[in-house]
């Protein structure tokens, strides 16, 4: 099948600082649209940057990269689509500074599922070509009204010229993924495009409609607050939306930008979804934010006893803040496991919204390791000081213990190097029940932590 309409182009919208070169990366994404006369075709999207490429000297002080691209699109034996062309760069005097190139296609395709090869070779270095492989799926619906794809932008701007980034009166430039969007802390708003296609039999949309989009958690479906638009349309409007969401105060987790269409009664006619993950670090979820949280189907499910869950919690309070901890206190007083189960999730989502469950296991190494090392009596290790202190810091550098003696209680001093900002730290735990392996913490020079620069004489016998 012959390609629709195919650009290549360049386009430098990025800058950051010199690298040195390294082997051939592409970044691959495509998305599905249709034309005005409702054919199918998707936008392909292959980057590169301008360090990892070799750069060939056409004159005294100008360079010019080479890559040669080899595309393959098939249905099991059947070739639907090939192309093999070779993009050049612009030419450049300045190698060093770091620029994005960007090749566009535009391939007609039916609905279906294809193959998709690509081979890439830098002819202008000695290293071998590059390959990979992947799927494409095209599946718009017949006589239905739809929503194309949803392209994540890094860029846009008003545009008057049809140039190969144009779409709908702007010129729009795609957010680079691998897998699924993460959207860092550095990053301060959220911005797509998106089309929607009515047949031309389906007047729904003739007398007025809604175009509806917001942010929504993605596990339960409940709209964040202050995220939320709606635009009025009518059939002689395009039938296309770009704009964005400031997401300075979104926190961390995982969410679902969603499309929608409604009638002029607010009732919805199509919806389409698109997941991503949010990092913003400056953002804290409340504990009693918890209790909206959706755990079903995460690693909380496997814990079925409330028991079990009430001495996981309570693991937790080393490294909890004081909301945290009261917030915690109420679900051990309230002993209600599928509210506990919401504030477990909850905490080590608001850690790690990604992979909740890998920052929980690597904590509870440290909760197994303090049990083992520090119980007393009834007292599981994680409970005592010693074992509080271990969970909060980590290892001491280096832990003294004291000599034996009939007049004096045993004591440790643990000597840590640096304690985030502070230096030289020292926590001095004393057994004054003896025999016990129970520690008591009775002075440290971290702040916050307690202080008593007359600790010696709290370790001699005759002082009791």
Excluded at 20 to 38: C, E, P, R, S
Excluded at 351 to 374: I, M, Q, S, T
Aim: charged share 20%; with cysteine.
């Amino acid at each position: 099948m012959r390609a629709y309409k195919k650009w290549i182009f360049t386009l430098f919208f990025l800058c950051i600082g010199s690298l040195n070169a390294k082997n051939l990366v592409a970044n691959f994404q495509y998305f599905n649209f249709q034309n005005a006369d409702g054919i199918n075709y998707i936008e392909t999207y292959l980057s590169f940057l301008s360090t990892e490429l070799t750069f060939k000297q056409i004159n005294p002080e100008e360079f010019q990269g080479s890559i040669l691209i080899n595309m393959v699109i098939k249905q099991g034996d059947t070739v639907n689509y090939v192309d093999k062309y070779l993009f050049n760069t612009p030419i450049l005097k300045d190698t060093l500074t770091s620029q994005y190139f960007i090749d566009k296609q535009i391939i007609a395709l039916n609905n279906g599922t294809y193959e998709f090869s690509i081979e890439l070779k830098d002819i202008n270095s000695y290293k071998k070509s590059i390959s990979a492989n992947t799927s494409l799926k095209v599946g718009f619906p017949k006589n239905e009204i739809c929503f194309s794809d949803i392209m994540i932008l890094d860029e846009y701007r008003a545009s008057y010229n049809k140039g190969p980034l144009y779409k709908s009166g702007f010129d729009v430039i795609p957010m680079q993924k691998q897998g699924d969007y993460f959207i860092d802390e550095s990053e301060s708003e959220l911005k797509f495009y998106v089309e929607w296609y009515q047949p031309d039999s389906d007047t729904v949309l003739d007398s007025g409609y809604l175009f509806n989009y917001f942010i929504e958690n993605e596990q339960t479906h409940i709209p964040i607050t202050g995220f939320n638009a709606v635009k009025r349309k009518t059939a002689t409007h395009q039938k296309a939306h770009i704009s964005g969401f400031d997401i300075t105060q979104l926190p961390s987790g995982n969410y679902n930008l969603v499309t929608q269409l409604l009638n002029r009664k607010g009732k919805g006619i199509i919806q389409k979804r698109l997941f991503f993950q949010r990092r913003n670090t400056n953002i804290k979820l409340r504990p009693q934010d918890y209790a909206s949280l959706n755990s079903e189907g995460s690693f909380v499910d496997k814990f079925k006893i409330v028991d079990e869950m009430a001495e996981n919690i309570s693991s937790l309070y080393p490294i909890a803040n004081l909301r945290e901890r009261s917030y915690a206190a109420n679900q051990l007083t309230s002993w209600d496991l599928e509210q506990m189960k919401k504030f477990f999730y909850g905490f080590w989502v608001l850690r790690n919204p990604l992979e909740p469950e890998l920052e929980w296991n690597k904590y509870y190494n440290g909760v197994k390791k303090a049990n083992e090392l520090f119980s007393a009596n009834k007292i599981k290790g994680f409970a005592t000081d010693r074992g509080y202190i271990y969970l909060k810091y980590g290892t001491a550098d280096y832990i003294e213990n004291s000599i034996h003696d009939s007049n004096i209680l045993p004591y440790q001093i643990w000597n840590f190097n640096k304690i985030e900002e502070q230096t030289n730290c020292v926590f001095i735990f004393v057994e004054t029940a003896l025999g016990t392996n129970d520690y008591e913490l009775i002075h440290s020079n971290v702040r916050g932590e307690i202080y008593n620069p007359n600790w010696k004489s709290f370790v001699i016998k005759t002082k009791f």
